[in-house]
């Protein structure tokens, strides 16, 4: 879903970006069994996904030793007490 997506990723409109991460979100629940109703934060957390938005900008990123202060959400950035669930 997400093959090459720092070439297209960009020049989709918001309409189709919010379509993108629909059926993302949509697929994940349907991977770990879960209903509309989960939160899709913890589905994201839990399947170790990351958004389309916040994958695309991780990948366009430059490399790691030219940040400076990353301007990335840490919120999907994984704390070194993370631990993954075995479902």
Request: charged letters at 15%.
């Amino acid at each position: 879903m997400q093959y090459a997506s720092t070439a297209w990723y960009p020049s989709l409109t918001e309409v189709h970006r919010n379509t993108l991460n629909t059926m993302h979100q949509s697929a994940t629940r349907t991977i770990l069994r879960c209903t509309r109703d989960t939160n899709i934060t913890l589905v994201l957390n839990q399947a170790n996904f990351l958004p389309p938005d916040v994958k695309n900008e991780i990948a366009s990123a430059p490399p790691m030793n030219e940040l400076r202060g990353s301007h990335l959400p840490t919120r999907y950035v994984q704390s070194p007490n993370h631990r993954k669930y075995n479902a």
